[in-house]
């Protein structure tokens, strides 16, 4: 019998190396995973399955870009015609952002910055309330708890009220949240909702987006999921995290990211709205003076599978004078970091804030933090770790760049999951959220190379095992 086992071992280490050639992923990243099929076959194999192949993730792309193509093709064609652009010259940012990210960049666009959940929530409610025509929503996690259910009663009462309200939440997120108990009462009440991309095998892509749509003139993006703790803090730690609200024609292109992601989420050809498409494009009410650009990946929704990774570099890379990132997680690319270092070696003022606790898995994360900081703190980078929760993602570019999103600076955001975040040029706005993060310092401590010298044996031993698991975390 034993020749079998050997014929069978040989057969199976043919078949997944010849499924990982014709895998279209970096060298390195496919090599890993012929190393892992060898060493555990069997458990290999289900890992592969489950978060290595790529196949089954694009045959569903080119299932759904097949059954929906009129519909996609109208957004871009909707959010095209009704977005009020503004003319050259534009920044190169700007310019990369239209041409590799298919931004549109607007300037008419007025913005709120919310830097706790209480303050988001009692605005979002209070639109929630005013809401005439249309709900839209996509929240990565929602819990089944005081605000979870405040945030569903809400949304049953515009129902009843005769508004179109349809929510999407991401299957992951809310896996142990108890999401679908609270979500049933929105569907009995004749809502909408759907769980984001609900096939086994594309677990490991998340929608990790936080928005809201109001009429199709008021947007909400940012940090800030829908749970108790997201609001009221965390085991006796404040969570501080940083949420927007918007108005102008950039609500055009939040309200084109929840289309592309609802229409990739329904099962059947009916997509299920009220009206045509364009009647969620309304012109914008107010007129602002604030220069935004809506920049979103996804897995069937954009151009370029890094997208996000290729903006944030050239972000970074483009600095001149200042780099200022809020990050609860650091688990970055290859050329992100190189990126960081190359420009505080270049003189740019580089400062990094993550967190020193959070809402789950302390250890892992901060041993994770920890194993790619230490790439840094030996540079000219400045990290400074939050004493609290530190849930938000923010970037200052100079003194008139500004990213407020849903992005962290780990492979999961950068490379996998669906994310979203807004670009703004924008002195005043700039200056604003400058004096939020000067602030935040009084809560941070300096993390230099004096503090890892300290470091055992044994935490360093965990950090370098545990950054094995850095492109699934």
Not at 50 to 62: C, D, M, N
Not at 105 to 125: C, H, M, P
Not at 161 to 180: H, I, N, R, S
Request: hydrophobic share 40%; proline share 3%; charged share 20%.
């Amino acid at each position: 019998m034993r020749p079998i086992y050997y014929l069978y071992y040989v057969l199976y280490l043919f078949l997944m190396i010849f499924l990982i050639f014709f895998d279209q992923r970096k060298p390195r990243k496919r090599f890993g995973w012929i190393l892992t099929l060898v060493l555990l076959p069997g458990l290999g194999l289900l890992l592969y399955w489950f978060f290595g192949g790529e196949s089954f993730v694009a045959y569903h792309r080119r299932k759904i870009l097949q059954k929906h193509k009129a519909s996609l093709a109208q957004l871009e064609e909707i959010t095209a015609e009704t977005s009020r652009r503004f003319e050259p010259p534009l920044s190169k940012n700007i310019l990369f952002h239209q041409k590799c990210c298919n931004s549109i960049a607007t300037s008419d666009n007025e913005v709120e910055i919310y830097i706790s959940g209480v303050a988001k929530f009692d605005r979002l409610f209070a639109d929630i309330a005013r809401a005439r025509d249309s709900i839209h929503i996509v929240y990565f996690t929602i819990h089944n708890d005081r605000l979870g259910n405040q945030l569903i009663d809400a949304l049953v009462t515009k129902v009843q009220q005769g508004v179109e309200v349809k929510l999407l939440y991401d299957g992951f997120g809310c896996l142990a949240t108890f999401a679908y108990r609270v979500v049933k009462k929105l569907r009995q009440a004749g809502g909408s909702a759907h769980c984001i991309r609900p096939y086994t095998r594309t677990i490991n892509y998340r929608n990790h987006r936080k928005i809201v749509i109001i009429d199709g003139r008021i947007g909400y993006l940012g940090g800030i999921n829908v749970g108790d703790h997201y609001r009221d803090g965390l085991g006796g730690k404040r969570w501080r995290d940083t949420h927007i609200r918007i108005t102008g024609s950039a609500v055009h292109d939040l309200q084109k990211v929840f289309f592309s992601d609802w229409i990739s989420s329904v099962r059947g050809t009916d997509i299920g709205f009220r009206q045509e498409l364009q009647h969620y494009f309304p012109i914008p009410a107010t007129q602002g003076k604030i220069q935004a650009q809506i920049v979103a990946s996804g897995l069937y929704n954009t151009p370029q599978a890094e997208i996000i990774n290729l903006s944030y570099f050239n972000l970074i890379s483009r600095a001149q004078t200042r780099l200022w990132l809020q990050t609860p997680y650091f688990r970055p690319s290859d050329a992100i970091i190189m990126a960081l270092k190359t420009a505080a070696a270049s003189g740019v003022d580089v400062r990094l804030m993550v967190s020193l606790a959070f809402g789950w898995g302390n250890v892992f994360n901060r041993s994770l933090n920890r194993y790619f900081l230490r790439q840094l703190v030996q540079s000219e980078v400045k990290v400074f770790g939050y004493k609290d929760i530190m849930h938000a993602k923010t970037l200052i570019v100079d003194d008139q760049g500004l990213c407020i999103g849903s992005v962290n600076l780990n492979t999961r955001s950068l490379q996998i999951d669906d994310e979203i975040y807004a670009y703004f040029e924008s002195k005043p706005l700039v200056k604003k959220y400058e004096q939020v993060f000067e602030h935040d310092l009084n809560c941070c401590i300096e993390v230099d190379q004096y503090r890892f010298e300290d470091q055992g044996l044994v935490s360093k031993a965990i950090e370098s095992v545990l950054s094995f698991l850095a492109p699934l975390s």
